[in-house]
């Protein structure tokens, strides 16, 4: 095991939500060796600086540019071609360079280029070979069934489409698990065959930073809400339930930010009392809602796990308010009526960022985790997840979506395993709803 300031650390390939930017900054502060290749354009930066893109990705973001811009067959599988050279030299370089890779969403660089697609998993296969430690953190919607993901709201129609992409997540789970330590969200591991790490014990990382240093209340009570996929995060009808009860003489004022800049998210978050994330969570707490409680501003969130999340993840364990969806206007009046509560709230989830999610003890632990030393209730059996509802799709759209797929394609078109818990009671689900028609 090398010396912490000895360690070299991949961090890869794309960006979610400012989580491995953050990484990266916690690991040079620490004084290791750590290198974010980015290969999406990604316009979050965490300190709002211009992130500094590695010398070596230079050709493959030309090419790539000049891929997207071809307008014919043949040129574009031109720049494809060049551009998987480009790979290629890129992970040739990395391979010899790191110790550690930290991946995340799913996929390595070779899924960037159609020819390399096609062999994914030898990128994995080969920094196996070389002993590479690996770790793969899959974020939910790269991992949780389709028929039960916010994929049901483009493709609820589009049967052929689901079954494919059902098919695809599931051997990619698979395909993964074969090569490295994989984190997951309890809820949405559908499709795991081996024992995982639990998402909510490593944590969200976050900065500082993102800490707003004066907040500006108003006489009116604000609640903000910041949806990105306005069906996923049920926007409609977290509208429509505020409406309900500011008809019923609640005084506030409602904020919705969509696409904007995170300095002017931040700006807004400093000026509100409440956050509403979304209506269909399986998570305690996301991205959003960790911003929000590293400010000290109570969050909701909303979601059919939140009758059995505290059976699957350890504690301790994000102190949102985490409701059922039919509870959520009670929860809001409550917060509304309360503003004692809304501080204690806030304050806890302050502590709770402060004590487990810094960036600094999110990147420790996961050189903790290429080592293989974590406690032993961060484990997770993949038969042990029992909770069929998804994340970001209400309960008559996964009902949909399993009923045409068992009519079309069979009953291993879900994807999982007849002895488990999970192909048991989506059975029963589906034998239910046929019997109704």
Same mark, same amino acid.
């Given at each position: 095991m090398k010396k912490r300031n000895k360690r070299r650390v991949f961090?890869?390939?794309?960006?979610?939500?400012?989580?491995?930017?953050?990484?990266?900054?916690?690991?040079?502060?620490?004084?290791?060796?750590?290198?974010? &290749?980015?290969?999406?354009?990604?316009?979050?930066?965490?300190?709002?600086?211009?992130?500094?893109?590695?010398?070596?990705?230079?050709?493959?973001?030309?090419?790539?540019?000049?891929?997207?811009?071809?307008?014919?067959?043949?040129?574009?599988?031109?720049?494809?071609?060049?551009?998987?050279?480009?790979?290629?030299?890129?992970?040739?370089?990395?391979?010899?360079?790191?110790?550690?890779?930290?991946?995340?969403?799913?996929?390595?660089?070779?899924?960037?280029?159609?020819?390399?697609?096609?062999?994914?998993?030898?990128?994995?296969?080969?920094?196996?070979?070389?002993?590479?430690?690996?770790?793969?953190?899959?974020?939910?919607?790269?991992?949780?069934?389709? &028929?039960?993901?916010?994929?049901?709201?483009?493709?609820?129609?589009?049967?052929?489409?689901?079954?494919?992409?059902?098919?695809?997540?599931?051997?990619?789970?698979?395909?993964?698990?074969?090569?490295?330590?994989?984190?997951?969200?309890?809820?949405?591991?559908?499709?795991?065959?081996?024992?995982?790490?639990?998402?909510?014990?490593?944590?969200?990382?976050?900065?500082?930073?993102?800490?707003?240093?004066?907040?500006?209340?108003?006489?009116?009570?604000?609640?903000?809400?910041?949806?990105?996929?306005?069906?996923?995060?049920?926007?409609?009808?977290?509208?429509?339930?505020?409406?309900?009860?500011?008809?019923?003489?609640?005084?506030?004022?409602?904020?919705?930010?969509?696409?904007?800049?995170?300095?002017?998210?931040?700006?807004?978050?400093?000026?509100?009392?409440?956050?509403?994330?979304?209506?269909?969570?399986?998570?305690?707490?996301?991205?959003?809602?960790?911003?929000?409680?590293?400010?000290?501003?109570?969050?909701?969130?909303?979601?059919?796990?939140?009758?059995?999340?505290?059976?699957?993840?350890?504690?301790? #364990?994000?102190?949102?308010?985490?409701?059922?969806?039919?509870?959520?206007?009670?929860?809001?009046?409550?917060?509304?009526?309360?503003?004692?509560?809304?501080?204690?709230?806030?304050?806890?989830?302050?502590?709770?960022?402060e004590n487990y999610c810094l960036s600094s003890i999110v990147a420790?632990?996961?050189?903790?985790?290429?080592?293989?030393?974590?406690?032993?209730?961060?484990?997770?059996?993949?038969?042990?997840?029992?909770? #069929?509802?998804?994340?970001?799709?209400?309960?008559?759209?996964?009902?949909?979506? #399993?009923?045409?797929?068992?009519?079309?394609?069979?009953?291993?078109?879900?994807?999982?395993?007849?002895?488990?818990?999970?192909?048991?009671?989506?059975?029963?689900?589906?034998?239910?709803?046929?019997?109704?028609?």
């Amino acid at each position: 095991m090398k010396k912490r300031n000895k360690r070299r650390v991949f961090l890869g390939v794309q960006e979610i939500a400012g989580i491995m930017e953050r990484l990266n900054n916690a690991y040079h502060e620490a004084g290791i060796q750590s290198e974010f &290749y980015c290969m999406d354009d990604y316009a979050f930066s965490p300190d709002e600086l211009e992130r500094k893109e590695h010398s070596i990705l230079k050709k493959y973001k030309i090419h790539t540019n000049k891929r997207i811009q071809a307008q014919k067959e043949y040129e574009r599988n031109w720049w494809y071609f060049l551009q998987m050279w480009d790979i290629l030299y890129i992970f040739i370089y990395v391979l010899f360079k790191y110790d550690d890779f930290i991946y995340i969403f799913g996929h390595g660089m070779f899924f960037y280029n159609k020819y390399l697609s096609r062999i994914e998993e030898m990128e994995f296969f080969i920094l196996k070979i070389f002993h590479k430690r690996m770790v793969m953190w899959l974020c939910g919607s790269d991992s949780r069934a389709p &028929y039960c993901d916010v994929f049901m709201h483009t493709y609820s129609n589009k049967i052929g489409k689901l079954y494919k992409e059902t098919q695809r997540r599931s051997k990619k789970v698979k395909m993964l698990e074969k090569y490295m330590t994989v984190i997951d969200m309890p809820a949405s591991s559908h499709f795991h065959t081996k024992s995982y790490l639990i998402y909510n014990c490593v944590g969200i990382p976050v900065d500082e930073k993102e800490k707003v240093i004066n907040r500006k209340l108003h006489n009116k009570i604000t609640i903000l809400h910041a949806p990105s996929n306005q069906k996923g995060k049920g926007t409609k009808i977290i509208k429509d339930i505020l409406r309900q009860i500011k008809e019923e003489g609640y005084d506030f004022e409602y904020v919705e930010v969509s696409g904007l800049p995170h300095n002017i998210v931040l700006e807004k978050m400093a000026m509100c009392d409440i956050v509403i994330d979304q209506l269909y969570s399986d998570t305690p707490m996301a991205g959003f809602a960790s911003e929000a409680a590293i400010n000290g501003v109570p969050v909701i969130v909303s979601g059919y796990y939140a009758e059995v999340y505290k059976d699957s993840i350890p504690q301790p #364990i994000a102190p949102t308010i985490f409701c059922k969806p039919d509870e959520l206007k009670e929860k809001i009046i409550f917060l509304l009526e309360h503003e004692e509560e809304r501080i204690r709230i806030g304050r806890c989830e302050k502590e709770y960022i402060e004590n487990y999610c810094l960036s600094s003890i999110v990147a420790n632990r996961l050189l903790n985790i290429l080592d293989g030393v974590y406690p032993r209730e961060w484990i997770m059996h993949p038969n042990e997840n029992n909770y #069929i509802w998804g994340g970001g799709v209400d309960k008559p759209l996964v009902i949909e979506g #399993i009923v045409k797929l068992i009519d079309n394609y069979g009953r291993d078109s879900l994807g999982l395993d007849r002895n488990s818990v999970l192909y048991k009671k989506y059975i029963q689900l589906y034998n239910e709803a046929k019997s109704c028609v």
